[in-house]
């Protein structure tokens, strides 16, 4: 082979988790702190359960009656399901006459664009699965936001609200409302430092405690509709009844024939006010739920499945004031459709407030075979995102073939994501 082309795997390892990690902006606010479970003696399959931590319901009553509660318990799962992967070849041929030399332009010709592809998939399943899977918004779909208030201030009331952890939190918005906010409030920004400004070029800075980011991998998404108003057919028991708590809840609808539901569609239901997640208080806000799973149906009745789980007084993990009773009216995309129902779908981008508790991201080393016998393997994982990223390069001798694969293995999960994350939907 000339010049012992790409023998050197670890560097093409290495440069490719950097070229991969710097210029991410919504995956380094998913939590990685599980990666860990996944390199165990005993393998644990491809969920893991991660534990929320046990609740209690403090005791009013004013004596030392012993009245012990019983422990439940409530999870998150996180499924390794996703895999990010660009794959290319070259023959002898090729190898000889056209292929670049030397280590720079290896980076700039073959692992740059490989590793850009991989990226921006990755990013872009990122910012689906966070807005699909995120129960609180604020905002108009199909109306672009263009103040300051719009935005920060609806978006901060919000995680306020629902008790997100304080500080350190990110915003991520569409080109289009960027603009709009960098021509009308950009004395509000605080300019990044000089290393994040050479690092992540979609930086803005920092506003209102939210890091404020640029980014082309939000989505848009197209709200289901509704011809008519949708009701709560029959009240649903608390999922707080259960153990372990389901991570979902299904509600019985009556609703009109052929009304559509989306995953993602956002929505609250009346009476049904969020609460306090130390005190149990009412917060006087209606509860908002995200749709997990498409549905479009045929009949007067339906069935949905919300998260978060619907959990009721009486369970330490409670999130409703009350339980939905039947003949509680629902409203799709609340503050967009005032009158709870739209009788046709509107459309518009989901920019993102998320917290870093809200989502799990794990990413599992994938099994390489060993370096020799015409087979290189490398592999490499970045301490700060926990991302990481496998390469394997082989020879088939019957094509006179070098086969190359570049590839990372990971899953997301809901950890807080009731608490911690907020669409800002636009147009």
């Known amino acids: ?194 290393i994040s400004k050479m690092w992540k070029k979609g930086l803005i800075g920092e506003v209102n405690t939210f890091d404020t980011y640029q980014s082309n991998s939000l989505w848009q998404h197209t709200s289901g509709a509704w011809a008519g108003v949708v009701e709560i057919a029959t009240a649903p028991v608390s999922a707080g009844l259960a153990t372990p708590i389901p991570e979902t809840s299904t509600l019985s609808l009556t609703q009109t024939n052929g009304d559509t539901y989306k995953a993602g569609d956002k929505i609250n239901i009346a009476n049904v006010f969020d609460v306090n997640p130390v005190t149990y208080r009412s917060t006087g806000v209606l509860k908002q739920f995200t749709i997990t799973a498409s549905v479009t149906t045929a009949g007067t009745a339906a069935s949905i499945v919300v998260r978060p789980p619907v959990i009721g007084p009486g369970s330490p993990y409670q999130n409703v004031d009350a339980l939905p009773v039947a003949g509680a009216d629902l409203t799709l995309f609340p503050g967009t459709n005032t009158a709870g129902v739209a009788a046709t779908a509107k459309t518009g981008f989901q920019s993102l407030a998320l917290g870093r508790q809200a989502f799990a991201l794990v990413n599992v080393k994938m099994a390489n075979p060993p370096s020799g016998g015409g087979t290189l393997s490398s592999y490499a994982r970045d301490p700060e995102t926990g991302i990481s990223v496998s390469v394997l390069r082989a020879f088939d001798p019957n094509l006179r073939k070098w086969i190359n694969r570049i590839e990372t293995l990971y899953g997301f999960g809901c950890l807080y994501n009731e608490r911690d994350a907020v669409v800002v939907a636009g147009a």
């Open 1 to 194: 082979m000339p010049l012992n082309y790409l023998e050197v795997t670890d560097m093409i390892a290495l440069e490719s988790l950097r070229q991969l990690t710097n210029p991410l902006e919504i995956l380094p606010f998913f939590n990685t702190e599980y990666n860990a479970e996944f390199e165990t003696e005993v393998p644990i399959g491809d969920t893991l359960r991660i534990p929320f931590p046990k609740q209690f319901i403090a005791q009013q009553d004013n004596t030392l009656a012993y009245t012990p509660q019983p422990i439940q318990s409530r999870h998150a799962s996180v499924t390794v399901d996703q895999i990010s992967k660009v794959h290319f070849e070259w023959d002898s041929v090729e190898l000889a006459l056209r292929m670049p030399r030397g280590e720079e332009r290896i980076k700039r010709d073959i692992i740059k664009p490989a590793i850009t592809t991989i990226r921006n998939d990755m990013e872009s399943r990122a910012a689906k699965y966070a807005y699909q899977n995120t129960t609180n918004v604020v905002g108009i779909l199909g109306t672009q936001p263009t103040t300051f208030d719009a935005v920060f201030g609806a978006a901060g009331q919000r995680m306020a609200e629902i008790g997100a952890p304080p500080g350190d939190w990110g915003m991520f918005l569409t080109p289009g409302v960027t603009r709009t906010l960098r021509a009308s409030v950009v004395s509000q920004f605080n300019p990044p430092d000089a």
